[in-house]
C-alpha cells in the first residue's frame, strides 16, 4: 500500500502552497507524517458502503466481468469506477481497443466518419457531423451495455466534471452539450498497480456543416474545415500518430480526408533504436576478470561496486520502453561476455552485442570504463542513424513520442541539467564525472570558444551515429585515449554524456530542450518517499535511480526498495522475457 497514493493526500497537496507545505514539513518529524498518510489512506479504505453498492451495480450489470473463474473487471476509486483488468494494460493497447470500440460503434450504426490528426498523439480522434449527435449517443449507449464505458467533455471541461457511464443521466448530458466527446474503456493490470484511464480514449469530434463545409469545434493539426465532399482515403493509423507500434506489427486501416493523410513538415520518418550498456556485478567470473586488472582507478566513486551492482534495473527499464515508446525499431544491449538470465534468446528486436564486436584494438578489452565503452557505441553493426542511449537504470515514466528526443530534419535534442560542471582547474580529486565534464570544456573551448558550464540530465540520450563517429576523427587522440582507458581515469572524456550535445549544437545540429525528469539517488535519506511520490503520480516523461557511493551495508534493504518499486511502476512483463522468468 503507498501512502503517497492516497487521494486526500494528493488534496492537500493541490490545496496547500508549496511553501507552507515545505514549512510544515520541516516542523513535523517524517515518522509522524508517514503515520499522518497511512491513516488517511486506511480512513479512504474504510469507506465501504458505497463501495459495496457499486459492486453489486456493476455485477447486476456486466455479470460475465464479474464471474468466478477469471477476474475481468476490477473497481477503482473506492469502486467509483470500473477497469477492466488486463495482464499486457499498456498505453498503446489501451489507445487501439478505444479506437476499434468506436469505429466499430460507428460502423455498426451507419455513421459517417472520418479520422483526424488532433493535437494528442496518445489518443484517436474521429469527426462526425454534429446532426448525428443523437445517433452517436445511441451507438455509445448500444456498446457500453457489453462492457463499462465512459465519457467525458473533450473541450472546455467544467469545474467539477467527471467521467461518466455511457447510458448515465451525465452521459447523456454531456454527449448533448460536448462539442468533443472523450470516450473509452478504463483498464488495469491484475495486481492493481497500474491503472490507465480516458488519457488513452478516442476523442468524437462534432462538426457543423456550413455553406458546404464542415468546420471543427476545435483546432487539429491540418485544418479545421473541409469542404463536405473531400474524398475518403484510408491510412494505416501509424500515419496519423507518432505513438504507434510502426516497426513491431500492422497496424489497422482507418477512414480519413486527404488533407490528414499527407505526411507534415514536423512527422519523424526515420527508424530510432535504443542502445543499453549493462554489466552483472554480481557475476564471480566478471569480478575476477576485474580483480585481474587492479583495483579499479584513480579515484574512490570510480572503484566503488555501486557502478556494478544489478538490481534487475534493465528488466524493468526493458519494461518502461516496451509500454511507453512502442515506436522504438530496435533494442542493442552492449555487455561484456555476459547475458541477463531471464532474456528471451533470439528475439528479432534485441541484440546482444560484445564488447569484442565493437573495439577494434583487442588490448583494450576487458575494460570496465563505461566512457571507453560508450565511445565505441557508433560501432554497432546495424544501428539506425538516430538512437537513444540508456544506461540500465534510466526508466521512461510515461508515454513519450519520437518528438520528444528528435526533430524531423534529423535534429537531436539536448536535455540540459541545473547541475554544474566545477568551474576550477582540473585536479587528481575530481570526481570522475567531473573531470571527464572538465575535458569536454577543455575540447569545446578550444574548437568553439564557448565555455561548458550545465552538465546533461541523466536522462535517455539523443544521439546521431554519423556525428559520433565525426566526433571520433576530430578528437582523434583523446578520444583513442578515452578507449583504450581500462577504468575510468582523469582524461576520460565523456562523450553520449554531454560532449556530443554541446558539439551538435555548435555545429547546427542539436537544440537545447527539456524533458520532465527525476533523478533518485539513493543514498538519500527521503529516497523511499520520493520513489512513492513518483509512483503515486506517475509524472516524469524519465527518471533515473542512481547509486554511485554505496557502503555495503544498505545494500539488500536498498534492492527490496528499489525491486518493490519498480515491479509496482512496470507491472507488465514484457517481450523480451523469457515467460517462465519472474522477476526477482
Known amino acids: 500500500m503507498n501512502p503517497e497514493a492516497s487521494s486526500l493526500v494528493a488534496a492537500y497537496r493541490t490545496l496547500l502552497p508549496g511553501a507552507l507545505r515545505r514549512g510544515l514539513a520541516r516542523r513535523v518529524p517524517p515518522r509522524l507524517r508517514a503515520l499522518v498518510k497511512r491513516l488517511l489512506r486506511r480512513l479512504q479504505l474504510g469507506v465501504g458502503l458505497g463501495r459495496a453498492l457499486r459492486t453489486r451495480r456493476a455485477r447486476r450489470r456486466w455479470p460475465h466481468l464479474f464471474d468466478q473463474g477469471e477476474r475481468l473487471a476490477a473497481l477503482l476509486d473506492r469502486g467509483a469506477r470500473i477497469a477492466l483488468v488486463r495482464p499486457t494494460a499498456s498505453p498503446l493497447g489501451l489507445r487501439e481497443a478505444n ?38 449517443t445511441a451507438a455509445l449507449t448500444a456498446s457500453g451495455r457489453r462492457c463499462p464505458l465512459y465519457v467525458a467533455r473533450g473541450d472546455r471541461p467544467r469545474p ?5 457511464l455511457t447510458g448515465s443521466r451525465r452521459a447523456r448530458r454531456m454527449s448533448a452539450e460536448a462539442g ?6 478504463l483498464w488495469r493490470d491484475p495486481g492493481g498497480s497500474l491503472s490507465l484511464g480516458l488519457e488513452f480514449g478516442t476523442d468524437i469530434e462534432f462538426w457543423q456543416d456550413e455553406h458546404r463545409h464542415l468546420v471543427a469545434p476545435r483546432p487539429n493539426r491540418v485544418t479545421d474545415e473541409v469542404p463536405a465532399d473531400t474524398p475518403r482515403v484510408e491510412v494505416p493509423v501509424a500515419r496519423l500518430t507518432p505513438f504507434a507500434a510502426r516497426h513491431t506489427r500492422r497496424t489497422r486501416a482507418v477512414r480519413t480526408l486527404r488533407p490528414y493523410a499527407a505526411a507534415l513538415p514536423e512527422d519523424i520518418r526515420f527508424p530510432v533504436d535504443v542502445v543499453y550498456t549493462w554489466v ?26 555501486a557502478r556494478y551492482i544489478n538490481r534487475d534495473e534493465l528488466r524493468y527499464s526493458l519494461r518502461s520502453l516496451e509500454q511507453n515508446a512502442p515506436w522504438v525499431r530496435h533494442v542493442f ?9 531471464w532474456l528471451e534468446e533470439g528475439h528479432p528486436r534485441l541484440t546482444v552485442v560484445d564488447h569484442t564486436e565493437i573495439f577494434e584494438d583487442p588490448a583494450a578489452l576487458p575494460t570496465f570504463n563505461s566512457h571507453a565503452i560508450e565511445s565505441r557505441l557508433h560501432h554497432i553493426d546495424g544501428l539506425a542513424e538516430h538512437f537513444l542511449y540508456f544506461n540500465d537504470d534510466m526508466f521512461l515514466g510515461t508515454p513519450v513520442t519520437p518528438q520528444d ?34 575535458n569536454n570544456r577543455r575540447l569545446i573551448e578550444e ?27 576530430r578528437f582523434a587522440d583523446v578520444h583513442r585515449a578515452t578507449g583504450a582507458s581500462r577504468f575510468r581515469s582523469a582524461t576520460d572524456i565523456s562523450i553520449p554524456s554531454s560532449l556530443y550535445h554541446y558539439y551538435a549544437y555548435l555545429t547546427g545540429r542539436a537544440v537545447p530542450s527539456d ?16 520513489l512513492g511520490i513518483l509512483l503515486a503520480r506517475r509524472d516524469r516523461q524519465a527518471f533515473c535511480i542512481n547509486d554511485t557511493v554505496s557502503d555495503g551495508r544498505d545494500v539488500e534493504r536498498q534492492a527490496r526498495m528499489v525491486r518493490d518499486f519498480l515491479d509496482a511502476y512496470f507491472p507488465v512483463p514484457g517481450p523480451f522475457e523469457r515467460k517462465e522468468s519472474p522477476a526477482r
Open 99 to 136: 479506437l476499434e470500440l468506436v469505429v466499430s460503434a460507428l460502423e455498426e450504426a451507419g455513421i459517417d466518419y472520418f479520422a483526424v490528426r488532433g493535437t494528442d498523439a496518445f489518443r484517436a480522434c474521429f469527426a462526425v457531423r454534429a446532426a448525428d449527435r443523437a445517433r452517436v
Open 160 to 164: 467539477g466534471d467527471r467521467s461518466a
Open 180 to 185: 468533443v466527446l472523450r470516450v473509452g474503456m
Open 280 to 305: 552483472d556485478g554480481s557475476d564471480p567470473v566478471w569480478q575476477e576478470r576485474r580483480r585481474a586488472h587492479g583495483d579499479g582507478g584513480y579515484h574512490a566513486e570510480a572503484a566503488n561496486p
Open 333 to 341: 544491449l552492449v555487455t561484456d561476455r555476459q547475458r541477463p538470465a
Open 405 to 438: 528526443f528528435f526533430l524531423s530534419n534529423g535534429m537531436t535534442r539536448a536535455f540540459l541539467s541545473p547541475s554544474q560542471v566545477p568551474y576550477d582547474a582540473p585536479s587528481p580529486l575530481d570526481r570522475p564525472v567531473d573531470a571527464a565534464g572538465k
Open 447 to 473: 574548437t568553439f570558444g564557448p565555455t561548458l558550464v550545465q552538465k546533461l540530465r541523466h536522462a535517455p540520450y539523443p544521439l546521431r551515429r554519423s556525428l559520433l563517429l565525426e566526433i571520433e576523427h
Open 515 to 530: 524533458i520532465s525528469h527525476a533523478y533518485l539517488a539513493l543514498d538519500r535519506p527521503e529516497i523511499e518517499r520520493r
